[in-house]
C-alpha cells in the first residue's frame, strides 16, 4: 500500500512540479487547479480522497431537480473518474482510489479528469448559480 509519503510525491508531481499545494494538515492537500478551483487531496487509508466544492444547490426546487438531472448526465456520460455529488447543500466533484497499487499516471489521471469536467462543466452550470 502506498504510504503518506508517497502520495504527498505524487501530489508535489502535478503540473510537472510546479502546482500550487499546500498541506492545511498531516494527509490533506490543496491544490489549485490551472481553472482557479481548489482540489482537496485527502490521504485516508485504505483510499484517497480528491473532492472538488463545485457550487451551492440553487435555492428553487425546480432549479435543483434541473441541475441535479445535468449533474446525472455528467456522471452518465462525460466522467472517466469520479461523479458529482451533493453534500450538504453544496454540489461537490468527487473521486476515490484505492492506495494498494496506486501509481502516478493513475493519480494524475483522476486529478486531470476532475479539473477537465470542472472547466468544461463551469459554463452550463453558470445559471444555476446564485
Known amino acids: 500500500m502506498k504510504s503518506r509519503e508517497d502520495l504527498e510525491s505524487y501530489v508535489d508531481r502535478l503540473y510537472g512540479g510546479t502546482a500550487d499545494v499546500r498541506e492545511v494538515q ?5 491544490v489549485r487547479a490551472g481553472s482557479g478551483s481548489e482540489v482537496l487531496v485527502q490521504f485516508a487509508p485504505p483510499m484517497v ?5 463545485v457550487m451551492d444547490l440553487p435555492s428553487p426546487p425546480a432549479r435543483q431537480l434541473a441541475l441535479c438531472r445535468e449533474l446525472l448526465t455528467y456522471n452518465a456520460r462525460e466522467l472517466v473518474h469520479g461523479a ?8 461537490v466533484l468527487v473521486d476515490t482510489l484505492e492506495l494498494e497499487n496506486l501509481d502516478f499516471n493513475e493519480f ?11 472547466a468544461t462543466h463551469l459554463g452550463a452550470l453558470a445559471p444555476y448559480r446564485e
Open 26 to 30: 498531516p494527509g490533506l492537500w490543496v
Open 49 to 53: 480522497i480528491l473532492r472538488v466544492s
Open 84 to 91: 458529482y455529488g451533493l453534500e450538504g447543500e453544496r454540489v
Open 108 to 118: 494524475e489521471a483522476s486529478f486531470d479528469s476532475l479539473t477537465l469536467a470542472l
